[in-house]
T-cell receptor, first 114, second 115 residues
Framework: AQSVAQPEDQVNVAEGNPLTVKCTYS??????LFWYVQYPNRGLQFLLK??????LVKGSYGFEAEFNKSQTSFHLKKPSALVSDSALYFC????????????FGSGTRLSIRP | GAGVSQSPSNKVTEKGKDVELRCDPI?????LYWYRQSLGQGLEFLIY????????KSGLPSDRFSAERTGGSVSTLTIQRTQQEDSAVYLC?????????????FGPGTRLTVT
């Protein structure tokens, strides 16, 4: 079965420290990978995507993600966390062979303490 | 408008009633998605429209759920004979092909409460 997993329900980081939010996927074929963020009482916003090319992708708000094909992972990272980064983060995968299926992970709640 | 809009923002209905949720995608976006998000949970894919192609309905949880997209723009998600387990936030997203590679733009959602 094709799926995407976010193994951590919650990640807690001190402000100024680096953060990582993990995502692994299981799909056949070449995936398109995405990260979205959901701030409290706001809609989901696109952060970044990997389609092809450089495995390190840079996105909005200083976030970046690294595509690792051998480990089937697409972890979200930021060198220095801000309190304002506290939100719910979703990893998603679109199957290259499918026009429609975009599968979302269960989400990881990121909490940055001052 | 500049983004995806959804109406109503909140809907409270009695068990057994029918409800209609509306989504206005970004102008020119050919793809439209409906998702369901239960409290604090991930997104559950419901249905996908792409241009004039037959929609992908594989995510609809039961035959009480249906959706239409008129004129390739506005979409309506209908839930018949609502049940308490239908309570959730219903999210709509649109995207275009080409260089954007299916990056989705989400609406603010409709919070449905079935009492």
């Amino acid at each position: 079965a094709q799926s995407v997993a976010q193994p951590e329900d919650q990640v807690n980081v001190a402000e100024g420290n680096p953060l990582t939010v993990k995502c692994t996927y299981s799909v056949s074929g070449n995936p398109y990978l995405f990260w979205y963020v959901q701030y409290p009482n706001r809609g989901l916003q696109f952060l970044l995507k990997y389609i092809t090319g450089d495995n390190l992708v840079k996105g909005s708000y200083g976030f970046e993600a690294e595509f690792n094909k051998s480990q089937t992972s697409f972890h979200l990272k930021k060198p220095s966390a801000l309190v304002s980064d506290s939100a719910l983060y979703f990893c998603a995968v679109r199957l290259y062979s499918s026009a429609s299926k975009i599968i979302f992970g269960s989400g990881t709640r990121l909490s940055i303490r001052p | 408008g500049a983004g995806v809009s959804q109406s109503p923002s909140n809907k409270v209905t009695e068990k057994g009633k029918d409800v209609e949720l509306r989504c206005d995608p970004i102008s020119g976006h050919t793809a439209l998605y409906w998702y369901r998000q239960s409290l604090g949970q991930g997104l559950e894919f419901l249905i996908y429209f792409q241009g004039n192609s037959a929609p992908d309905k594989s995510g609809l949880p039961s035959d009480r759920f249906s959706a239409e997209r008129t004129g390739g723009s506005v979409s309506t998600l209908t839930i018949q004979r609502t049940q308490q387990e239908d309570s959730a936030v219903y999210l709509c997203a649109s995207s275009s092909g080409g260089d954007s590679h299916y990056e989705q733009y989400f609406g603010p959602g409709t919070r449905l409460t079935v009492t």
